[in-house]
């Protein structure tokens, strides 16, 4: 059974520093689209980052591109998210991802994954 374990989630005051991490479990996603999504409180869940295709290309959303960086350790299976500069707004549970299409060509750009994780929170504070 495939399964994506999110961590590293907490409080931090604006302008700190966070990375989560999401094993993988039950059957390597090497190769395979994987991002990272959140859902604020109110709000529809959004995409935050990809890695997808073949190559590993990367996506960010305008929100966090500059200040968020993908990253992903296929012998751990492993994927990962630096989350720098964080900001009030970002404050949100946050769902690692995995499988499913990645739609590089519609604007703004899509990703129906297959497999979600539980979520981490992350708090900012101002």
């Known amino acids: 059974q495939r399964q994506l374990v999110e961590s590293g989630g907490g409080s931090v005051q604006a302008g700190g520093s966070l990375r989560l991490a999401c094993r993988t479990s039950g059957c390597s996603f090497r190769g395979n689209n994987m991002g990272w999504f959140r859902q604020a409180p109110g709000k529809e869940r959004e995409l935050v980052a990809a890695l997808y295709g073949i190559k590993g290309e990367t996506y960010y959303s305008p929100p966090v591109r500059g200040r968020f960086a993908i990253s992903r350790d296929n012998v751990n299976d492993t994927l990962y998210i630096q989350m720098n500069e964080l900001r009030p707004e970002g404050t949100a549970v946050y769902y690692c991802?995995?499988?499913?299409?990645?739609?590089?060509?519609?604007?703004?750009?899509?990703?129906?994954?297959?497999?979600w994780g539980q979520g981490t929170q992350v708090t900012v504070s101002s």
């Open positions: 991802a995995a499988g499913g299409q990645y739609f590089n060509m519609d604007r703004p750009v899509r990703y129906e994954p297959n497999y």
